[in-house]
């Protein structure tokens, strides 16, 4: 959607009462679950639930607040990143996703929550130049839903807020591409080194420094020779290996990929700070980089530590019963990166991947119209399917889960590549349905065939 459309509709939404919010009448009979976060399981949740309802007399309500007017798949945005993926392809905008699914959509960040009066704040929404869109503004609930994910843990490092970008949304995927883009023109016209540096060796900065030398060869091969030659792409890691959640031997097999594809690969590697040049590392060298990209840890965002005596744990994230009901009020819902729940008492809390998101949400879909009743829900149940990391067209490597014939067996290449592609595909097909997101598919391969690979605009 475009940006006038978009701000336009904000306009209305907030000026129109029965847009904002249901009429005196219809809220006394209706119950109300609000969502808050768009990310995969807050999605999956809303349209599931949504599409349900539907049309059917008396049966709840569904809000969906995000502060982003569109959602992608967010172990995609190394490849929005990049640019070896077009956004407008793979993002799903919230306002007809909704109007599709069968709920509402409100924009809005989360600011404030009163467990008493079941309300939550949203913040005011401003324009780039600050002119007010919608002033904050209040929503009650039922039930709610907190699912608004996670970001990258900066330790406290100094200069990493100043001068690093992320990519764990789509605006920051988005942000950081364009700035990519101008680097990559000033290279070619003045014939300039460009060094980029991503700290994190986990599957996120694995996978965009494979898809950074993709975009560089593709690039080359578009008729901009030599450019690849003075790109240098490093990665580091502050644990001994690479990939720390998966087994070593794809760690190694990873490594080895990486390194051939001339990526400068540095574990065992501690960042003390970051500023202009780059960043400096723990023996007080300077690594210099052009762009730096900071993508170690993981942190739920700063709110969740507030809201209204809710329970977390020192990343910001919601502890949860094996309901996924938060410890402190049952009305209250915690899911995806935001939460922590460990399976086994004094255990590890689950990590925080697409995987248990989806499977929490499928927990949530089948749960929360017994909770609305007032009936007893069960606990949730985690299955480790395993892992899969992609480098890009160069290969990919997956493990399988800890259960079934065939665990704990790794497996690397075309099998893994499928694998990987299928993950994000049965994702579309849940938020959109079966057959739209089989000609969302159809779609993506005759791009492939008529467009660039590459973002080149």
Sequence with gaps: MRLGAFTGWLAFAASDPISMELTRESRDMRQRVVIIGGGVAGLEVASSLGRRWRGKPGQPSITLVDRDSAHVWKPMLHTIAAGTRDISQQQATFIAQAHDAGFTYQPGELHGLDRNARTVELAAIHAPDGRLLVPA???EYDLLVLAFGSQANDFGTPGVV??????????????FNRELRLRLLQSL???????????GGGATGVELAAELVQLFETTAAYGVPGLASRISVTLLEGGPRLLAAFPEDISADTLARLEGLGIRVMTGTQVKAANTDGFVLGDGSQLPASLKIWAAGVRAPAIGAGLDGLETNRNNQLVVKPTLQTTRDPAIFALGDCSSLAMEPGGRPLPPTAQVAHQQARHLIRCLPRAL??????????????ALVSLGDYDAFGSLGQFGLFKGVTFRGRLAQLSHVMLYRS?????????????????DRINSRVRATVRLD
């Design 162 to 175: 100043e001068y690093c970008y992320s990519i764990d949304s789509r605006r920051q995927a988005d942000a």
């Design 373 to 386: 009743r007032g009936e007893p829900i069960g606990d949730f149940a985690y299955r480790d399917l395993g």
């Design 427 to 443: 994702h579309q097909a849940r938020i959109h349905g079966f057959w739209r997101g089989g000609l969302l598919w159809l779609v």
């Design 189 to 199: 016209a003045q014939e300039t080194e460009l060094s980029i540096a991503i700290v």
């Design 137 to 139: 503004r209040r929503l």
